[in-house]
């Protein structure tokens, strides 16, 4: 049996300015997502207070919105 495999992770880096940040593959259920910010060597779970996600149960995938952009020294994964 083969089992399909599929990208499901994605990388930003901050500039200062952008909130919203897409992703090209399904999640289902909000609670199948998980939202990390890096500022250099911490990497901290963003709480679901601090974003908003579109797209859920789209085949084709959709965005997280940040409540506040992203800082130029941080990514988003």
Known sequence: ???????NFM????????????????IYETSHL???????????????????ASGIGSETGGSVTLSAPLASTNKLQ
């Open 11 to 26: 990388s930003y880096s901050g500039d200062g300015i952008a909130t919203v940040f897409p992703f090209t593959f399904p």
């Open 34 to 52: 998980v939202v990390y910010t890096q500022d250099k060597t911490t990497l901290v779970q963003t709480l679901i207070t601090s974003y908003t």
């Open 1 to 7: 049996m083969t089992v399909a495999t599929q990208i």
